[in-house]
């Protein structure tokens, strides 16, 4: 399999540079051990529906996407549901056939599951997997950005990484789903400029927790290209962001606005992932401040 994916391991492994401190070599090895691994699951999985009921999800011979999720952390945060189910719609208006969509939570923390669920409204069924047998089986990457798999119908990896938080990734998903395999020439030739900003954290200090808090980031678009905002991804779900939708001329600034509401008093530190086409691209900014009763 590996060996009709050249430029899929590429692909992926550009996607993920710019997101970590790793050198492309490092990142390629790390995409090669995963595409064209063949995912094992267990002998039987249990799914559930948003009322609670056992569902039979046919999933064994197509394509799939599977969504991992550990204990670890804040479930909410990791999973994104409403993101989901916008990405969800678009691969089924876009391919050719069925997808199945496996979430599988390694966590005894049900209640907070089913919680997350309906608060969501996510109407997908989900399984459950208090033994982390899933995981056992295959030995999932720790990193939460690098728990979730683009399957062939043999459960054998086309890509790894989450659509919902890299707008790389997610450009890569569709583009195999439709059967277009993402061109690497594309990646490097694509427009870039240069950003400044006078800081990359801001403080809240504190604040009555039921109030609140929005934080302003100017970005300054430094380069000779114009400077597009493609995303902004949050590490919580009680941090809302919004930003400048069109395209910044060379010379102007652009905005991202974070807003923080606290679910509970508390210190917090969150951090705000932004996509650009800057050539240092995703940068990475942070909120911290104290919610005080």
């Not at 549901?81 to 199945?100: C, G, H, K, M, R």
């Not at 102007?252 to 951090?271: I, L, Q, R, W």
Request: glycine share 6%.
């Amino acid at each position: 399999m590996r060996r009709f994916y050249p430029y899929v391991l590429l692909s992926v492994a550009l996607a993920f540079t710019a997101c970590h401190s790793n050198s492309r070599e490092d990142q390629y090895e790390l995409v090669n051990a995963w595409v064209g691994k063949e995912i094992t699951f267990p002998e039987k999985m249990v799914f559930i529906d948003y009322e609670g009921d056992t569902v039979d999800l046919d999933y064994r011979n197509q394509p799939k996407i599977l969504v991992y999720v550990d204990s670890v952390g804040c479930i909410s945060c990791k999973l994104k549901l409403p993101e989901w189910n916008a990405f969800i719609q678009t691969v089924d208006s876009v391919a050719s056939s069925p997808y199945a969509y496996l979430f599988v939570f390694g966590t005894p923390k049900e209640k907070d599951v089913y919680r997350t669920i309906r608060m969501s409204h996510f109407r997908h069924p989900v399984c459950m997997d208090p033994g982390d047998s899933l995981n056992s089986l295959n030995g999932f990457p720790t990193d939460m950005s690098l728990q979730t798999f683009l399957l062939d119908k043999d459960n054998k990896v086309l890509a790894i990484g989450s659509p919902v938080l890299n707008p790389k990734v997610k450009e890569l998903y569709l583009r195999i789903i439709r059967g277009k395999p993402l061109n690497v020439d594309e990646t490097e030739k694509a427009v870039q400029t240069t950003v400044s900003i006078p800081s990359t954290e801001i403080s809240m200090g504190d604040f009555p927790w039921q109030e609140e808090q929005t934080a302003v980031f100017t970005l300054k678009n430094t380069g000779d290209k114009p400077l597009v905002i493609q995303d902004a991804v949050t590490s919580c779900g009680c941090l809302h962001v919004s930003f400048t939708q069109q395209p910044v001329l060379p010379g102007n600034e652009a905005e991202v606005h974070a807003t923080y509401k606290a679910d509970n008093p508390g210190y917090f530190n969150k951090s705000i992932t932004v996509y650009t086409n800057a050539g240092d691209a995703p940068m990475k900014l942070r909120v911290r401040g104290n919610a005080v009763r």
